[in-house]
């Protein structure tokens, strides 16, 4: 298995450009997650997916949207890019079930994003 | 979501023991308490999980007492390449199982 493998590893964007961030998992995982994390900070939640077709917001939403129409598959796109989405970008799945199961979550590689 | 409290840095040498101790006063019933690792320039990784007493595997052991209100994260024998940050969370048991990440414990290991 790949895990969660995320593209591309770096971007460069001009303020106002918009790009999206691709997330595929390959463990069959429901649950999907999209974080950022700044320098020296932990990690944000951006938005998650608990199946195919099902998003919700996270902490930082704003400047984002996401789609989820296969399991595998949860892109985050970024709409007018502005210098604070400058951040490492995070995809996560997981594949709990409920009480007594794992909350593991298998992160990607990250993807370095800088908006000048 | 319950929040954490750890410590922002720790020092040790090779082959110690190391404790992090987390704080979650507002712990709810249906919580269960997760770290994570973090080496530079990668995503976290899942270390232990776990809802109460301890729980031990091949790399660390979890205490959590009674109450609930704190849990330790014990590494035994650390060693160069245990240098990383370590992330306390509470993660709800509900249809959701977001993880709210704090700033971390960074660990640093001494020869």
């Known amino acids: 298995n790949a895990g969660v493998t995320q593209t591309p590893k770096f971007r460069i964007l001009k303020i106002g450009q918009s790009m999206t961030l691709q997330c595929t998992q390959d463990?069959?995982?429901?649950?999907m997650y999209w974080y950022r994390q700044d320098p020296g900070m932990g990690l944000k939640l951006i938005y998650y997916s608990v199946g195919a077709g099902i998003t919700d917001k996270g902490e930082v939403p704003n400047g984002y949207n996401v789609s989820r129409s296969t399991t595998e598959d949860f892109p985050l796109r970024l709409e007018l890019a502005a210098p604070s989405q400058t951040s490492v970008y995070f995809c996560a799945s997981s594949g709990t079930s409920g009480r007594g199961g794992s909350y593991e979550q298998y992160f990607g590689p990250g993807t370095r994003l800088t908006v000048t | 979501l319950a929040k954490t409290t750890q410590p922002i840095s720790m020092d040790s040498y090779e082959g110690q023991e190391v404790n992090i101790t987390c704080s979650h006063n507002?712990?709810?019933?249906?919580?269960?308490i997760t770290w994570y690792q973090q080496f530079p320039s990668q995503g976290p990784r899942f270390i232990i999980q776990?809802?109460?007493t301890k729980v031990t595997n091949e790399v660390a052991s979890l205490f959590i007492p009674a109450d609930r209100k704190s849990s330790t994260l014990s590494l035994p024998r650390v060693s160069l390449s245990d240098t990383a940050v370590y992330y306390c969370?509470?993660?709800?048991?509900?249809?959701?199982?977001?993880?709210?990440f704090g700033s971390g414990t960074r660990l640093l290991v001494r020869p």
């Open positions: 463990m069959n995982h429901n649950y």
């Open positions: 969370l509470v993660v709800r048991m509900d249809s959701s199982y977001k993880l709210i």
């Open positions: 776990g809802y109460k």
């Open positions: 507002n712990i709810a019933t249906n919580d269960y």
